[in-house]
T-cell receptor, first 107, second 120 residues
Framework: SSELTQDPAVSVALGQTVRITCQGDSLRSHYASWYQQKQGQAPILVMYGKNNRPSGIPDRFSGSTSGDPASLTITGAQAEDEADYFC??????????FGGGTKLTVL | QVQLQQWGAGLLKPSETLSLTCAVYGGSFSDYYWNWIRQSPGKGLEWIGEITHSGSTSYNPSLTSRVIMSVDTLKKQFSLKLTSVTAADTAIYYCAIWVPAAKKGYFLEWGQGTLAIVSS
């Protein structure tokens, strides 16, 4: 079982805003990071550190990466944002942990 | 920009050893930690373990008795061995770069993934 908890599925209408959350005690000590995984592909980093986006990630992605819960917000969701989203962090033993993932459907 | 390319055997029989290798292109090998993560079919991500450029390791407690990681700094490669595999080890295995940034660490890049199937 994951030490980070995510809602299994969330849906959003095209162009609307959606917030994906991640809960866990470790988030009180460590920042969350967020990963997008499209069908059949490896995950990619979409949010890290203090609400930082890697280059190439659209600015419609924002986040609150510190505190419990952490969250990833997509403002004006697009069809190409449909994917699984995983949060990641570290536990009290400095092991890496992931949430169970949230399947985002764009309607 | 750092990139990863991984390879290894994809079909194993129960009790065999899974062996995977990941090559690092670009970037400084000593700036990052080198990780393995797996994903069972239709499931979430499971962290397997990590090795630094100096060979220090940290493993998932649930797998530590069967995991061996190694690093070759000259070739800029790191490897995973998982012994005594069973069907429960069937998964896509990813290598990934961990950026050790105090409380803000994150996985910067991921390999393309290798599907390992354990079947008799």
């Amino acid at each position: 079982s994951s030490e980070l908890t995510q809602d299994p599925a969330v849906s959003v209408a095209l162009g609307q805003t959606v917030r994906i959350t991640c809960q866990g005690d470790s988030l009180r000590s460590h920042y969350a990071s967020w990963y997008q995984q499209k069908q059949g592909q490896a995950p990619i980093l979409v949010m890290y550190g203090k609400n930082n986006r890697p280059s190439g990630i659209p600015d419609r992605f924002s986040g609150s990466t510190s505190g419990d819960p952490a969250s990833l917000t997509i403002t004006g969701a697009q069809a190409e944002d449909e994917a699984d989203y995983f949060c990641g962090s570290r536990d009290s033993s400095d092991k890496r942990v992931f949430g169970g993932g949230t399947k985002l459907t764009v309607l | 920009q750092v990139q990863l390319q991984q390879w290894g055997a994809g079909l194993l029989k129960p009790s065999e050893t899974l062996s995977l290798t990941c090559a690092v292109y670009g970037g400084s090998f000593s700036d990052y930690y080198w990780n393995w993560i797996r994903q069972s079919p239709g499931k979430g991500l499971e962290w397997i373990g990590e090795i630094t450029h100096s060979g220090s390791t940290s493993y998932n407690p649930s797998l530590t008795s069967r995991v061996i990681m190694s690093v070759d700094t000259l070739k800029k490669q790191f490897s995973l061995k998982l012994t005594s595999v069973t069907a429960a080890d069937t998964a896509i295995y990813y290598c990934a770069i961990w950026v050790p940034a105090a409380k803000k660490g994150y996985f910067l890049e991921w390999g393309q993934g290798t599907l390992a199937i354990v079947s008799s």
